[in-house]
């Protein structure tokens, strides 16, 4: 039984940071593309990074240069660092996995955990 299990979100100030995590089980994680998705009352879900088996990373231009995705296949956990954080960027932040990275950027995956909701006050 695959599990992705979200963790580290919480209620912080605009220009704060958050590190975010997803501990996945249940499958051979290294052999995924992971992704983090945000989806915010109203607005449509967005993909906000994504990171490959061998470690190549996107990013849309709403975070670049704010979010770092990076992943430890020894723990089988995907990581989501975020910073300078804005008030716009408050959702449920969750993560995915497909075996195929475009599929990501198409919104679909095979697993996604239930999310974490990130707060950023003004």
């Known amino acids: 039984q695959v599990q992705l299990v979200e963790s580290g979100g919480g209620l912080v100030q605009a220009g704060g940071s958050l590190r975010l995590s997803c501990a996945a089980s249940?499958?051979?994680?290294?052999?995924?593309?992971m992704g983090w998705y945000r989806q915010a009352p109203g607005k449509e879900r967005e993909l906000v990074a994504a990171?490959?088996?061998?470690?190549?990373?996107y990013y849309p231009d709403s975070v670049k240069g704010r979010f770092t995705v990076s992943r430890d296949n020894a723990k089988n956990t995907l990581y989501l660092q975020t910073n300078s954080l804005k008030p716009e960027d408050t959702a449920v932040y969750f993560c995915?996995?497909?075996?195929?990275?475009?599929?990501?950027?198409?919104?679909?995956?095979?697993?996604r955990g239930q999310g974490t909701q990130v707060t950023v006050s003004s």
């Open positions: 995915a996995a497909d075996s195929l990275l475009a599929q990501l950027f198409l919104g679909r995956y095979n697993y």
């Open positions: 249940g499958l051979p994680f290294g052999g995924y593309a």
């Open positions: 990171i490959t088996s061998g470690g190549s990373t």
